[in-house]
């Protein structure tokens, strides 16, 4: 683990063992924004050989996770949330525009839930956007990208419930 992303971990490790709520993952968006800066730091954690999805660091005792992405062409994700888990987006590179949703009608294990757009921004170099349990969203990317997601916990095999805009 290269030195700024070690520093990085402690450092986020400090802020949510100090306070989880939101606030507390609103302090490492702005940390995560100042480590984006840095471009040894992308360029050690987001190079070219960086899979789709790349466990950075896991958290042993508070199980929160830092993740690298890196997608090389457009894409389109359905409306989500993270489950039982937050996540914090931090763009590097390229550009990813990223709409809000709310409920409309429930999911259910049995049935897709209906969302309704609330707005669209777009996420820029340097950006990071909190998203708390139970926000819904959707990125889309036109072209490359690469950022550094903080997950509240591993969401590998998490299953999470579906949802359809009306």
Not at 30 to 53: C, I, M, W, Y
Not at 141 to 164: A, F, K, Q, W
Request: aromatic letters at 6%; hydrophobic letters at 35%; one cysteine or more.
């Amino acid at each position: 683990m290269d030195q700024v992303l070690e520093q990085f971990a402690a450092e986020c490790h400090r802020i949510l063992k100090a306070d989880p709520s939101p606030a507390g993952r609103q302090r490492v968006a702005g940390l995560l924004q100042d480590v984006l800066g840095d471009s040894s730091f992308v360029a050690a954690n987001l190079g070219d050989g960086t899979p789709e999805r790349k466990v950075l660091y896991e958290d042993k005792e508070l199980g929160f996770c830092i993740l690298a992405h890196r997608y090389e062409g457009a894409r389109e994700s359905a409306p989500h949330d993270h489950g039982p888990s937050w996540a914090i987006y931090g763009q590097a590179s390229g550009e990813t525009e990223m709409t809000e949703w709310e409920v409309v009608e429930p999911a259910s294990a049995e049935k897709a839930g209906k969302v309704r757009k609330v707005k669209t921004y777009t996420l820029r170099p340097g950006m990071a956007q909190v998203y708390n349990e139970g926000d819904l969203h959707s990125p889309r990317r036109e072209g490359p990208t690469r950022l550094i997601r903080v997950e509240g916990m591993n969401m590998d095999g998490v299953t999470r419930l579906s949802y359809e805009p009306l």
